[in-house]
């Protein structure tokens, strides 16, 4: 466990980061279409509605803000929430781009969000959760969702990481990522906040088939936070270790497979 000066020292790195990576982020990451497929059946409640309130916390670049504005047809009043700034700028241009015109960026931390009561039907989060501070999170979630609404988290555990080839192959990866939560450490701080209530725990789990020379530009890029966590030095050492691992591991280097998972909680405002 970090103090919370650790913490605040930390968040100024990984924001510097995000900085960095902004540009470049979407490329550099694999967006799954079926987490989103999955929200908006679960939002069939709400999905007759002519207008539905989201609000995407951490929404970094907007993938996932653009894919649930798609799949609810235009109907998606969305808050586009992150605490960085170029990481919203690329958001925007983004957006516009396809074609979205119903949203509004925000720059906020996720633990005290500028909105007000029991202003909207579904709250949803992608790979940010473990940059936030968790109790202060749900809490705010708590207070902004109406009634009976949702929320989506949408994460992987530390479990999850090290199964994936960048845990099972990239030397120090999974010491170097401490922050991720554990299935049961989510479910106790939901369980924490009376308005909330867990609903379901989904897993969704998919199979990739990259090249050697796809991953090294993913990694060389940051497109994982944990590479901050290395020097420049453990870095390279760590990625000659890693083009080692995956030539002995796979017989054609050009196809390396494994399993990429995570968890999603669907998580209600008691009504
Ligand atoms: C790994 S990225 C995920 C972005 C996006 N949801 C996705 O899946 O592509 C995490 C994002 O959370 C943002 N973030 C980190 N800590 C935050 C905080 N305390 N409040 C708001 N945003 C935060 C970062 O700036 C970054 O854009």
Request: aromatic share 12%; charged share 30%.
């Amino acid at each position: 466990m970090y103090s919370s000066f650790q913490l605040e020292e930390r968040k100024k790195d990984i924001s510097f980061h995000f900085s960095q990576v902004a540009k470049h982020y979407r490329d550099l990451r694999t967006t799954d279409p079926e987490p989103i497929v999955y929200i908006t059946q679960e939002l069939d409640s709400v999905s007759n509605l002519p207008r539905i309130d989201v609000a995407d916390i951490g929404c970094g670049d907007g993938r996932y803000s653009l894919l649930l504005a798609k799949y609810l047809d235009g109907k998606v009043q969305l808050r586009c929430v992150d605490n960085n700034e170029h990481m919203l700028e690329t958001l925007v241009t983004y957006l516009k781009a396809n074609g979205i015109s119903k949203f509004v960026s925000v720059k906020s931390d996720a633990e005290s969000l500028p909105f007000g009561d029991n202003s909207f039907d579904c709250i949803i989060t992608f790979n940010a959760v473990h940059h936030f501070k968790l109790r202060d999170f749900l809490d705010e979630s708590a207070r902004i969702l109406r009634d009976g609404s949702l929320l989506f988290i949408y994460t992987r555990t530390p479990e999850q990481n090290s199964r994936n080839i960048w845990g099972r192959c990239f030397p120090q990866f999974c010491q170097k990522e401490t922050r991720l939560y554990h299935r049961h450490e989510l479910e106790h701080a939901v369980s924490a906040v009376p308005a909330l209530k867990l609903r379901t725990v989904r897993e969704f789990k998919y199979e990739r088939v990259t090249s050697l020379e796809r991953l090294i530009e993913q990694a060389e890029n940051r497109h994982y936070s944990t590479f901050w966590f290395y020097s420049e030095e453990e870095f390279v050492t760590a990625l000659d270790g890693f083009r080692q691992n995956i030539r002995e591991r796979f017989s054609n280097s050009n196809q390396a497979r494994w399993f990429d998972e995570n968890l999603l909680l669907v998580i209600e405002k008691k009504g």
